[in-house]
Structure formats: C-alpha cells, structure tokens
Nanobody, 122 residues
Framework: QVQLVESGGGLVQAGGSLRLSCAAS????????MGWFRQAPGKEREVVAA????????YYADSVKGRFTISRDNAKNTVYLQMNSLKPQDTAVYYC???????????????WGQGTQVTVPS
C-alpha cells in the first residue's frame, strides 16, 4: 500500500509559479512511476506529467511542455511538479498517482492522492 498526500496548491496570478509536492508513504517509493494528473471543472481528468522511478525518463502533456517540470527525490519519498508561466486554463484539482509501470493511462495507476486545488484567475 502507498499513501500519497499532495500539497502546495493555491491561488496564483497568471504568469506566476507554484510547486506542488506529493509525499508518499512506504519503503518502495523508488519502484513506482509517479504521475501528476489534473481535473478542471466540468472536464475529465487528464495526465499532466509522469516520471520513472529513477527519474531519468519523463513525460509531459503538450499543454504544459516547457512550463512544467516533474522531478522526484527518492530519499524523501516525494515527487514535485514545478509549474511556471501559469495560465487560467491550468486551473484544476491536481492529483499525484503511483503506478508499477510507465504509463499515461489513469486506469493503470494504482494509488492516488486526495488532490490539491490550483487556481489561476483570468
């Protein structure tokens, strides 16, 4: 079992930055692929970024490429999402999730956090 707790969300003006953190329980954190997903009001949840256990391979949705950076610190059992140049369309609840395989499909993530709200007013 893995428990995930996100933090770092909030309200930020367009063009600003936020860093989300996701702290994981358990001693096998480095074995998991970690992903960040988001769900905007009235929309389906979508993948934002993913990172392999070693941190070597990353994936970004086209909508966030060049603005967001996913990283992890396996010694701290934490994965991060640095979000720069935020836009109103980035407003959503952001979730971190853990999977045994490198994937962008939500159904293949086994563990989920409770989510953290990010709001970028227009």
């Amino acid at each position: 079992q893995v428990q995930l707790v996100e933090s770092g969300g909030g309200l930020v003006q367009a063009g600003g930055s936020l860093r989300l953190s996701c702290a994981a329980s358990g001693r096998t954190f480095s074995n998991y692929v970690m992903g960040w997903f988001r769900q905007a009001p009235g929309k389906e949840r979508e993948v934002v970024a993913a990172i392999t256990g070693s941190g070597i391979t990353t994936y970004y949705a086209d909508s966030v490429k060049g603005r967001f950076t996913i990283s992890r610190d396996n010694a701290k059992n934490t994965v991060y999402l640095q979000m720069n140049s935020l836009k109103p369309q980035d407003t959503a609840v952001y979730y971190c999730a853990a999977s045994w395989i490198y994937t962008t499909y939500q159904s293949q993530y086994d563990y989920w956090g409770q989510g953290t709200q990010v709001t970028v007013p227009s």
